[in-house]
């Protein structure tokens, strides 16, 4: 018996789509041609409809994670990105289903679904298959400037720029960084922005680096470990940018324990401001970055794909603010 999806697949129309031209939605606006290549098809392909006019309920929307179930829970930034996801299919009655990137049977989880958010850092190549399994995609959290492909990202560049230069309008020109390394589809090295902005600020700047760049994993036990690396170098920072607030926390205990203050000694900053931020001690001052938006944006641009005849793909980046708290301060004279 023929399908939604073969229909789609027939006509050249989206599942989400058909299923409304089928159902007589009198608030799709396509053109008179399409509705009739989509009936034309479904007539060639001997479909029958089961039941009545359908609900928004009759959209599917998949999320797909590239990492493991157990990686997302120790994250609290891919766990807002989901929230947000989630929380939009609630408010708008759509049916959401998940899977994670390292599951054996994923496909065929995602299947039957009329739109994927795909969340993380997945190859091109690993991109382009999913295309090609549904069209009706896009990529949150995915930097990368292949034409083809929609993607909506947190601005980490300027984040950092306006971290960096914060820390400069404190006084600070011996800024160590902290960052984390991560793999397209955990194969090949990701150029990260917060990296590339903080070695052209200090270098922009006149400022030297040297044995103050580390980079490791996005977590505290990461952070804590490239902190006291720092500490046991010829030259002691003043103040420290981390690439998130895990990795800050972790320096921060480091700090610590080698009877520094936080921000008397040394400043620190950081990004993302998750939940534990505001409750570290001294307050972190950090950037936040809007992950749990950006899961409403991706799932809203999938289902509102469903009304469009043609997917222009789109490249959409979401700003950072800076919350400012207690971790930093003016240098010491």
């Not at 306006?162 to 800024?175: Q, T, W």
């Not at 390394?181 to 917060?194: F, P, T």
Request: positive net charge; hydrophobic residues 40%; contains cysteine.
């Amino acid at each position: 018996m023929a399908t939604i999806r073969d229909i789609a697949k027939e006509s050249g129309v989206s599942p989400a789509s058909v299923s409304r031209i089928l159902n007589n939605d009198s608030t799709l606006q396509v053109t008179d041609e399409t509705r009739k290549r989509v009936v034309a098809a479904a007539k060639k392909l001997g479909y029958v409809k089961k039941g009545g006019v359908k609900s928004k309920a009759a959209f599917k929307l998949g999320i797909l994670q590239w990492f493991s179930a157990e990686q997302e829970l120790d994250d609290d930034y891919y766990l807002r990105v989901r929230r947000g996801i989630e929380n939009f299919g609630i408010k708008n009655a759509i049916s959401v289903v998940r899977a994670y990137r390292t599951d054996m049977d994923y496909l065929e989880t995602l299947k039957d679904c009329d739109g994927l958010v795909c969340v993380g850092k997945f190859s091109k190549q690993d991109a382009d298959a999913l295309i090609a399994f549904n069209s009706n995609i896009v990529f949150l959290d995915m930097l990368t400037e292949y034409s083809d492909i929609t993607t909506i990202t947190i601005d980490l560049y300027n984040a950092a720029m306006e971290a960096l230069n914060y820390l400069k309008s404190l006084g600070h020109s011996s800024i160590c960084y902290l960052g984390g390394v991560e793999y397209a589809s955990g194969q090949d090295i990701i150029e990260d922005d917060r990296r590339k902005a903080y070695v052209k600020f200090m270098k922009s700047n006149k400022f030297s680096y040297n044995g103050l760049l580390k980079e490791d994993e996005f977590n505290s036990e990461s952070g804590y470990s490239m902190m006291k690396e720092v500490l046991k170098g010829k030259v002691i920072p003043t103040a420290v940018f981390a690439a998130s607030d895990a990795i800050a926390i972790g320096a921060m205990r480091a700090i610590r324990e080698h009877k520094l203050k936080i921000p008397r000694d040394i400043s620190i900053i950081s990004i993302n401001d998750d939940e534990v931020s505001a409750f570290t001690d001294p307050p972190l001052t950090t950037m936040r970055a809007p992950a749990y938006d950006m899961g409403e944006h991706g799932a809203n641009i999938v289902y509102m794909a469903g009304n469009l005849e043609k997917k222009t793909p789109m490249k959409i980046k979401i700003p950072c603010t800076m919350v400012v708290r207690r971790s930093c301060a003016e240098r010491k004279k």
